[in-house]
């Protein structure tokens, strides 16, 4: 069965520490996404990686850093966190959609919820 | 930009229909719709990637009107198990990497 796996369902943080959300794949996808869930604005992308090393903004990057050094393996790094962070982050991973073939289904994790004191 | 979704909330009772309406101001090449459970992950449900097209997903199905720029998804008799979150995503570039979610439709049905 596929698995997207966040480290941790639920943190508290205090303003200015640095966060590190993990997020964990074992369907050997080359697409991996994380998303900020906010009641009434939906699932807004802050970062994605379509392969090893390589990361681009999506529409909400500013606060946020990703790490991807391994293709199973993406992070979402906070550097300073600060209470407008305090959210519910998803993960998502996806092979790439191929005309006729695979449709780029995004698998999610379960979330992370992040609450910035 | 995000695409919009209509209505934002709606209840229904077990075995009523509902339509979750999406639409975009930008050219429309493919449409996917997610559900979410209350705690759960979003799940995929479809992929629509030509005008016109509609798929079928048990009782659950959906249109794309590219011209239109707009998707439905239609709920026929619906169930307790389809309560949750619905999204409509939309490509945000021609290589269709990376998808632009609306904010979502509550669905609740009620016994």
């Known amino acids: 069965d596929v698995k997207v796996t966040q480290s941790s369902r639920y943190l508290v943080k205090r303003t200015g520490e640095k966060v590190f959300l993990e997020c964990v794949q074992d369907?050997?996808?080359?697409?991996m996404f994380w998303y900020r869930q906010d009641p009434g604005l939906g699932l807004r992308l802050i970062y994605f990686s379509y392969d090893v090393k390589m990361k681009e903004k999506g529409d909400i990057p500013e606060g946020y850093s990703v790490s991807r050094e391994k293709k199973e393996r993406f992070s979402l790094i906070l550097e300073s966190a600060s209470t407008n962070q305090t959210s519910m982050y998803l993960c998502a991973s996806s092979l790439p959609r191929k005309t006729g073939g695979n449709t780029g289904e995004l698998f999610f994790g379960e979330g992370s919820r992040l609450t910035v004191l | 930009q995000q695409p919009v979704q209509s209505p934002q909330a709606v209840i229904l009772r077990e075995g009523e229909d509902a339509v979750i309406n999406c639409s975009s101001s930008?050219?429309?090449?493919?449409v996917h719709w997610y559900r979410q459970k209350h705690g759960e992950a979003p799940v995929f449900l479809m992929i629509l990637l030509k005008g016109g097209e509609q798929k079928g997903h048990d009782k659950i199905s959906a249109s794309f009107n590219e011209k239109k720029q707009q998707s439905s998804l239609y709920l026929t008799a619906s169930q307790l198990s389809y309560s949750g979150t619905y999204f409509c995503?939309?490509?945000?570039?021609?290589?269709?990497?990376?998808?632009?979610f609306g904010s979502g439709t509550q669905l609740t049905v009620l016994p």
């Open positions: 995503g939309t490509p945000t570039s021609g290589s269709a990497r990376q998808l632009t």
């Open positions: 930008k050219a429309l090449y493919s």
């Open positions: 369907m050997d996808h080359e697409n």
